[in-house]
């Protein structure tokens, strides 16, 4: 494949997600904008975190618990700064900083990013489907249950805290899906490392 049809299939990706973005993003209404905010804000779930965690401790043990919440720890961490290197590696802007994206009428929900004008990839996706996917595998280490329930509510939490992130015009699709799926990718390594690790230290 040559140059120019390089430059032109990603040339039509780029358009095809910038368009599809704001036919997402164009969903909002005031009535929404306020939960999509609240899923935005990951300072909100700190207590979230804190409740699974203590579940952990509850249902495998605390030495069970403890290797799991290592991996859950450890999912975070590497999803965060393999997020940080991307995002300066591609250099993409945000929605919110894309003159295209605003001239179409993008809407915003709490203005700006105060952090950040890169966006690629989303590290709120990969967070939280990273935890999500990390925290459901680590209660899978109790053979009494297998925490369908559990998988399904953090994983539609997980997916509701993404959606959030092109409703508040922070991520273009794109940034989302990779990043679900690093963080899906991260969240199901470090639980098989815990689950080794609870295996072969027979905790």
Same mark, same amino acid.
């Given at each position: 494949?040559?140059?120019?049809?390089?430059?032109?299939?990603?040339?039509?990706?780029?358009?095809?997600?910038?368009?599809?973005? *704001?036919?997402?993003?164009?969903?909002?209404?005031?009535?929404?904008?306020?939960?999509?905010?609240?899923?935005?804000?990951?300072?909100?779930?700190?207590?979230?975190?804190?409740?699974?965690?203590?579940?952990?401790?509850?249902?495998? +043990?605390?030495?069970?618990?403890?290797?799991?919440?290592?991996?859950?720890?450890?999912?975070?961490?590497?999803?965060?700064?393999?997020?940080?290197?991307?995002?300066?590696?591609?250099?993409? *802007?945000?929605?919110?900083?894309?003159?295209?994206? *605003?001239?179409? +009428?993008?809407?915003?929900?709490?203005?700006?990013?105060?952090?950040?004008?890169? =966006?690629?990839?989303?590290?709120?996706?990969?967070?939280?489907?990273?935890?999500?996917?990390?925290?459901?595998?680590?209660?899978?280490?109790?053979?009494?249950?297998?925490?369908? =329930?559990?998988?399904?509510?953090?994983?539609?939490?997980?997916?509701?805290?993404?959606?959030?992130?092109?409703?508040?015009?922070?991520?273009?699709? =794109?940034?989302?899906?990779?990043?679900?799926?690093?963080?899906?990718?991260?969240?199901?390594?470090?639980?098989?490392?815990?689950?080794?690790?609870?295996?072969?230290?027979? *905790?």
């Amino acid at each position: 494949m040559d140059s120019t049809a390089t430059i032109g299939f990603w040339g039509a990706l780029e358009q095809a997600d910038k368009t599809a973005t *704001l036919a997402i993003n164009s969903l909002h209404s005031p009535a929404t904008d306020v939960i999509w905010q609240t899923f935005s804000d990951k300072e909100i779930w700190f207590p979230l975190y804190f409740i699974v965690l203590v579940f952990l401790f509850i249902r495998l +043990g605390w030495k069970k618990a403890l290797a799991v919440t290592l991996g859950c720890v450890l999912t975070i961490v590497v999803c965060d700064q393999l997020a940080n290197f991307t995002k300066e590696f591609f250099g993409r *802007l945000r929605p919110c900083f894309d003159e295209y994206m *605003l001239g179409c +009428g993008l809407h915003e929900i709490g203005g700006k990013s105060e952090y950040y004008n890169l =966006g690629f990839y989303s590290a709120h996706a990969a967070n939280s489907f990273g935890f999500a996917i990390s925290s459901w595998l680590g209660l899978r280490n109790d053979s009494r249950l297998r925490y369908r =329930g559990y998988g399904w509510g953090i994983c539609i939490w997980a997916l509701m805290v993404s959606l959030s992130r092109i409703f508040a015009g922070q991520h273009f699709l =794109g940034d989302i899906i990779v990043g679900s799926a690093v963080g899906i990718l991260a969240g199901w390594g470090m639980a098989s490392l815990s689950r080794l690790a609870i295996r072969r230290l027979r *905790l």
